[in-house]
């Protein structure tokens, strides 16, 4: 499983400009609300949900809440719901908490379908934890774009 250290390597091996911000473990976005320096950008959720068939990692705005029939209706899923800490790490390699977009380098069976809120990308840079929640990188939109392409992970981008 890849480590905050790999993410950030792997990155750099593909060309992608990012900055890394330390701060103490956090949990939910009230935490990071408190514990993480401020910063310009977009700071999404990431919630790794599933119909029981196939796993979505869903991307979107922190002050949006999901409207999981609606996903289920645009995916062409069935009835979604949350995945469990167990396939959290079995599928992505992490523990509630630090689930991100980068999670997608743990997935080496390409079992997950990446839905990104197309907002998101729009506010740059763009934070996610590298595997690990007492960090956060900042990456703009389009490096996003070009992260998943690199990863074989070619992300279903929609309004959420």
Known sequence: MTNAA???????????????????????????DRLV??????????????????????????????????????????????????????????????VSVFNVLNDEANAVTVVIDRPVLTVSPVAFHPNDNTKTVLISGEAVLKFLAAAHHAPVLCEL
């Open 6 to 32: 790999a993410v950030m390597a792997w990155l750099k091996a593909q060309g992608l400009a990012y900055r890394v911000i330390e701060h103490p473990a956090v949990f939910t976005t009230a935490e990071a």
């Open 37 to 98: 320096p401020p910063f310009e950008g977009s700071r999404p959720k990431n919630l790794l949900v599933t119909d029981q068939k196939r796993f979505f990692l869903v991307i979107l705005d922190e002050a949006k809440r999901l409207d999981f029939k609606a996903l289920w209706v645009r995916l062409g899923s069935g009835r979604l719901t949350m995945a469990s800490a167990a396939q959290l790490q079995t599928i992505l390699g992490v523990a509630p908490g630090s």
